[in-house]
């Protein structure tokens, strides 16, 4: 709902849905509805606990996928690379 006034309420659609089925994506255009035509109306709000604890658990993953990974220099010592491994360091020649 963009806006609501005494006679009418103006709405941006984004999809509308059929009564037999199917549906129609829309971007947003505007329509007008007159009050009289709706029977009841209501408004769906975020939580805002529930809000800041999202916030906190996302902030807190980036935190630690940060100094974990070592993206910043802020880890505490670099990793060390593995020993060759491969087949010359351990290559023995026949006499």
Do not use: C
């Amino acid at each position: 709902m963009i806006s609501s006034e005494k006679d009418e309420y103006l709405l941006a659609v984004s999809s509308v849905l059929f009564y037999r089925g199917g549906s129609q994506v829309w971007s947003g255009e505007k329509v007008r509805i007159k009050t009289e035509y709706v029977s009841r109306a209501f408004e769906r709000h975020l939580s805002k606990s529930r809000s800041l604890v999202l916030g906190a658990v996302v902030l807190g993953g980036v935190t630690y996928v940060v100094m974990t990974r070592n993206l910043f220099g802020f880890a505490a010592d670099p990793p060390v690379p593995p020993p060759d491994t491969t087949s010359k360091s351990f290559h023995n020649p026949r006499p």
